[in-house]
T-cell receptor, first 112, second 113 residues
Framework: DQQVKQNSPSLSVQEGRISILNCDYT??????FLWYKKYPAEGPTFLIS?????DKNEDGRFTVFLNKSAKHLSLHIVPSQPGDSAVYFC???????????FGTGTRLTIIP | NAGVTQTPKFQVLKTGQSMTLQCAQD?????MYWYRQDPGMGLRLIYY???????DKGEVPNGYNVSRLNKREFSLRLESAAPSQTSVYFC????????????FGQGTRLTVV
């Protein structure tokens, strides 16, 4: 039972345009969400997070949106750059429990 | 800035062989984790340790054992490797008490033939 789902295995976006990566979750106990970025042959690195008391969090070119009623979050990257080409994982947890549950990942390719 | 260090980076095992994957972190984190990454499956938690001396099963613990040797080190052992354990293994650590971001090692690519 996949509690965190990323339904798009891959996404291609022109350089300079907006990249939107989506993530859905089924466990209503989740109240903290994170995005990780992974390059080939490297470990995932933390990108941005959001708690359930917010519906938006920004960090430079990266913005995460949370829609609790729809159990949906998205990561927006504006403008997209070639260095953003990577696999992006969505992850979820609940406060008081350090374990992260990951989605299956979306491979983002930025086309120059 | 070592962060989380995993050894080895690559390993090929024959079915039935045993091996231990080593992990050490220098960030003074209490919590440590072992994940495996398989195509189309994302990252799945094998075992985690909330503090020195404690370990608990994750989503896919069968065929694995772990040891939290001290605060820095958390090892993963395959007693009798099987082809289904062919995967990329990641160790991670985080601060205790909240689901803050976990820091990952570079991974161990394990092939069981």
């Amino acid at each position: 039972d996949q509690q965190v789902k990323q339904n798009s295995p891959s996404l291609s976006v022109q350089e300079g345009r907006i990249s939107i990566l989506n993530c859905d979750y089924t466990n209503s106990m989740f109240d903290y969400f994170l995005w990780y970025k992974k390059y080939p042959a490297e470990g995932p690195t933390f990108l941005i997070s959001i708690s359930s008391i917010k519906d938006k969090n920004e960090d430079g070119r990266f913005t995460v949106f949370l829609n609790k009623s729809a159990k949906h979050l998205s990561l927006h990257i504006v403008p997209s750059q070639p260095g953003d080409s990577a696999v992006y994982f969505c992850a979820a947890a609940n406060f008081g429990n350090e374990k992260l549950t990951f989605g299956t990942g979306t491979r983002l390719t930025i086309i120059p | 800035n070592a962060g989380v260090t995993q050894t080895p980076k690559f390993q090929v095992l024959k079915t039935g062989q045993s091996m231990t994957l080593q992990c050490a972190q220098d960030m003074n984190h209490n919590s440590m984790y072992w994940y495996r990454q398989d195509p189309g499956m994302g990252l799945r938690l094998i075992y985690y340790s909330a503090s020195e001396g404690t370990t608990d099963k994750g989503e896919v613990p069968n065929g694995y054992n772990v040891s939290r040797l001290n605060k820095r080190e958390f090892s993963l052992r395959l007693e009798s490797a099987a082809p289904s354990q062919t995967s990329v293994y990641f160790c991670a650590s985080s601060e205790v008490g909240s689901p803050t971001e976990a820091f990952f090692g570079q991974g161990t690519r394990l092939t069981v033939v």
